[in-house]
């Protein structure tokens, strides 16, 4: 079995998400503070909104697609640092 594979076992966080049992979790609420950090707020008829709740209201399915695809850029960034031995931004657990 590849060495890589053996080491995400034991890999408790990545990047400040936990990992469970070699996969990368990200919650709905992590997703929302990530997206309001990375976009701008918009104004809509005056009113300033950020944009990680707003998705997370009004569009649910878009808002899980989105968390999906990050989950899984972060779960191939995690498997592509063990495979080149790379621990930067990897807490292990004890």
Same mark, same amino acid.
């Given at each position: 079995?590849?060495?890589?594979?053996?080491?995400?076992?034991?890999? %408790?966080?990545?990047? !400040? +998400?936990?990992?469970?049992?070699? /996969?990368?979790? /990200?919650?709905?609420?992590?997703? /929302?503070?990530?997206?309001?950090?990375? +976009?701008?707020?918009?104004? *809509?008829?005056?009113?300033?909104? %950020?944009? !990680? !709740?707003?998705?997370?209201?009004?569009?649910? *399915?878009?808002?899980?697609?989105? %968390?999906?695809?990050?989950?899984?850029?972060?779960? +191939? !960034?995690?498997?592509?640092?063990?495979?080149?031995?790379?621990?930067?931004?990897?807490?292990?657990?004890?």
């Amino acid at each position: 079995m590849n060495v890589a594979m053996l080491a995400l076992a034991t890999v %408790k966080s990545f990047r !400040g +998400y936990a990992v469970v049992k070699g /996969v990368v979790q /990200v919650s709905n609420s992590e997703l /929302v503070k990530h997206l309001d950090d990375t +976009y701008a707020e918009v104004t *809509i008829c005056g009113l300033n909104v %950020k944009p !990680g !709740g707003a998705l997370l209201q009004l569009a649910p *399915i878009q808002f899980q697609a989105i %968390k999906n695809e990050f989950q899984e850029e972060l779960q +191939y !960034g995690l498997q592509g640092q063990l495979a080149a031995c790379n621990d930067v931004d990897v807490e292990w657990h004890d």
